[in-house]
């Protein structure tokens, strides 16, 4: 069962969720500097994340039918939808940029979900996923929706990659510090994401990944197992910056 909307909504207009939107939207923001005449979707709910695109030739968010969706970006023209988790209104290669946050730890198929991911990525375009981490706090305490659903391993995220025909192409990690909304803690946010960082880099609250399309296997057969990218960054920009989307 996915976390409903509404909850969302109010994790991300409270202050712990604002400080947690600002360091994972710190890690996007340096992946995708070069957006300008791209096409962006989001899965899930990635809205609070998607006004980091607003040079983009068009933003979307998809939001599957079981969270339920609200209109989206407030004052503007409604470009939020509902849709089947399997199947998205979109043609085939008609995205460069999908975010997905919130959309994979309580999908049903997780396999299948990333087959869409691929159906509706162009040839050169890339997936950046947000996941909780089954070795962080925010995976363990109950009081965000980083805790809801299945968090994942970088092993066990890798694999599901290999085998959905994406190979990952960076690595990064977000939310060291303690999911609980005490001033005190908050006040202290950024003191704790730098010392995790360094420290115990191992027990960040979200794993985060970007993952371009692997044209080379075969459909009908499973990728084999990628090499570790132990990058600690998320990702240089996916495409030259004097790339046009097709």
Same mark, same amino acid.
């Given at each position: 069962?996915?976390? $409903?909307?509404? *909850?969302?909504?109010?994790?991300?207009?409270?202050?712990?969720?604002?400080?947690?939107?600002?360091?994972?939207?710190?890690?996007?923001?340096?992946?995708?500097? $070069?957006?300008?005449?791209?096409?962006?979707?989001?899965?899930?709910?990635?809205?609070?994340?998607?006004?980091?695109?607003?040079?983009?030739?068009?933003?979307?968010?998809?939001?599957?039918?079981?969270?339920?969706?609200?209109?989206?970006?407030?004052?503007?023209?409604?470009?939020? /939808?509902?849709?089947?988790?399997?199947?998205?209104?979109?043609?085939?290669?008609?995205?460069?940029?999908?975010?997905?946050?919130?959309?994979?730890?309580?999908?049903?198929?997780?396999?299948?979900? @990333?087959?869409?991911?691929?159906?509706?990525?162009?040839? *050169?375009?890339?997936?950046?996923?947000?996941?909780?981490?089954?070795?962080?706090?925010?995976? @363990?305490?109950?009081?965000? =929706?980083?805790?809801?659903? #299945? =968090?994942?391993?970088?092993?066990?995220?890798?694999?599901?990659?290999?085998?959905?025909?994406?190979?990952?192409?960076?690595?990064?990690?977000?939310?060291?510090?303690? =999911?609980?909304?005490?001033?005190?803690?908050?006040? /202290?946010?950024? &003191?704790?994401?730098?010392?995790?960082? #360094?420290?115990?880099?191992?027990?960040?609250?979200?794993?985060?990944?970007? /993952?371009?399309? $692997?044209?080379?296997?075969?459909?009908? #057969? &499973?990728?084999?197992?990628?090499? #570790?990218? $132990?990058? =600690?960054?998320?990702?240089?920009?996916?495409?030259?910056?004097?790339?046009?989307?097709?």
């Amino acid at each position: 069962m996915r976390t $409903d909307i509404l *909850d969302l909504h109010d994790f991300y207009a409270s202050p712990l969720g604002g400080a947690a939107r600002g360091f994972i939207a710190a890690r996007i923001g340096e992946a995708w500097r $070069d957006h300008a005449r791209l096409r962006v979707a989001g899965f899930g709910h990635a809205e609070p994340y998607l006004d980091l695109f607003g040079g983009a030739e068009r933003v979307i968010a998809i939001a599957p039918g079981a969270q339920g969706v609200i209109h989206w970006p407030a004052a503007a023209k409604n470009a939020a /939808a509902l849709a089947g988790e399997w199947a998205w209104p979109l043609p085939d290669a008609s995205i460069d940029r999908l975010l997905v946050v919130h959309g994979l730890e309580e999908s049903d198929d997780p396999k299948r979900l @990333m087959r869409e991911i691929w159906r509706v990525l162009t040839s *050169d375009g890339r997936v950046i996923i947000v996941v909780a981490h089954r070795r962080g706090l925010w995976s @363990m305490i109950d009081t965000t =929706p980083f805790a809801h659903g #299945r =968090p994942y391993l970088k092993g066990q995220l890798e694999r599901l990659l290999a085998r959905s025909m994406f190979r990952p192409t960076a690595w990064s990690a977000a939310l060291y510090f303690p =999911p609980l909304g005490a001033r005190f803690l908050l006040r /202290a946010a950024n &003191a704790w994401e730098r010392a995790g960082a #360094r420290l115990w880099s191992g027990l960040s609250g979200v794993l985060m990944v970007e /993952a371009a399309k $692997d044209m080379a296997q075969p459909v009908a #057969r &499973a990728a084999p197992g990628l090499v #570790r990218a $132990d990058r =600690p960054a998320v990702a240089r920009p996916a495409l030259p910056r004097n790339a046009k989307a097709t």
